[in-house]
Nanobody, 126 residues
């Protein structure tokens, strides 16, 4: 059974840092794209970052502050979040997808991801 489990969320002050992890099991995800999305209260789930097939993509709102990486040997991927802002407060979800994406518009589509974690809360206080 495929399972993605996020960890590393929590409460942090503005300007601080957190590192989220996504541990995948039940499948080998080295041939999948790995992504992060987030959903703030009352808002739709939105794309944050993706890494796959040598390409990385970031939402404009996090570019330069967040870094996505992966360790295929551990079937795990990460989201390093620096210079956090109150508007980064959301539930963060990791996702894995088989669809190849050669451009940003494709990478940000929720429909291009097959598996999802349950989410981890990130709260940034001002």
């Amino acid at each position: 059974q495929v399972q993605l489990v996020e960890s590393g969320g929590g409460l942090v002050q503005a300007g601080g840092s957190l590192r989220l992890s996504c541990a995948a099991s039940g499948h080998t995800f080295s041939n999948y794209a790995a992504g992060w999305f987030r959903q703030a209260p009352g808002k739709e789930r939105e794309f944050v970052a993706r890494v796959g097939w040598g390409a990385t993509y970031y939402a404009d709102s996090v570019k330069g502050r967040f870094t996505i990486s992966r360790d295929n040997a551990k079937n795990t991927w990460y989201l390093q979040m620096n210079s956090l802002k109150p508007e980064d407060t959301a539930v963060y979800y990791c996702a894995a997808g088989t669809n190849f994406c050669a451009y940003y518009y494709c990478a940000r589509l929720i429909s291009n991801y097959n598996y999802w974690g349950q989410g981890t809360q990130v709260t940034v206080s001002s």
